[in-house]
């Protein structure tokens, strides 16, 4: 997650359970790291060092200068189920989460899509593993991993989906990606 008001880039590392950040604008800069009690799954957004991240359970937010980290809503299907997590996600313009989770061991359909707003988590749809969440215009692309297909989803009718990319076929998966600085879209 790039922060472009400060120029920081911030990762996480699943496995370890860290969240890391690093100056851009200074090359030599030393790479900071917290070690937090869950597994981090994606950067939602960073606001003055307080970080909202995805993790086993939802949606949390961490004071990277203290260390502390508050819970602000988990998914119900999450606190469940211990054979999921939530995978990627994204802050919507107009201030929503979209997020997935998925299956430690996907099979077809294991995974979710999930919106949450008002505090309150709503299931959308089933995918595989959810990946590349991009906001473009009226549409929010995401990609199935598993299946290897990119839906385009209506931001304000979530029902209506189309095949926006289909790799089914090919020998590459899509995974995450963003729209660059020349509006073009880009899968890795």
Request: proline residues 4%; charged residues 20%; contains cysteine.
């Amino acid at each position: 997650f790039l922060c472009s008001e400060s120029m920081f880039l911030y990762w996480v590392d699943i496995n370890h359970k860290k969240i890391f950040k690093k100056a851009l604008s200074k090359f030599a800069s030393p790479i900071e790291e917290i070690r937090i009690k869950s597994n981090p799954s994606a950067i939602i957004s960073v606001k003055k060092n307080k970080i909202i991240y995805l993790n086993n359970y939802g949606i949390n937010e961490l004071d990277f200068n203290s260390g502390n980290s508050y819970k602000v809503s988990h998914n119900p299907d999450l606190v469940r189920n211990s054979n999921k997590r939530s995978n990627d996600g994204v802050m919507l313009k107009d201030s929503r989460i979209i997020y997935g989770i998925m299956d430690f061991t996907p099979e077809d359909l294991s995974g979710s899509i999930y919106l949450y707003h008002n505090n309150c988590h709503h299931f959308i749809d089933h995918i595989g593993i959810p990946n590349l969440f991009i906001e473009h215009e009226n549409r929010i692309l995401i990609s199935d991993s598993f299946n290897k297909i990119i839906y385009a989803y209506e931001i304000n009718n979530f029902n209506n989906k189309e095949v926006w990319l289909d790799l089914s076929s090919q020998s590459f998966t899509p995974d995450g990606g963003c729209i660059g600085p020349d509006g073009n879209i880009y899968i890795a």
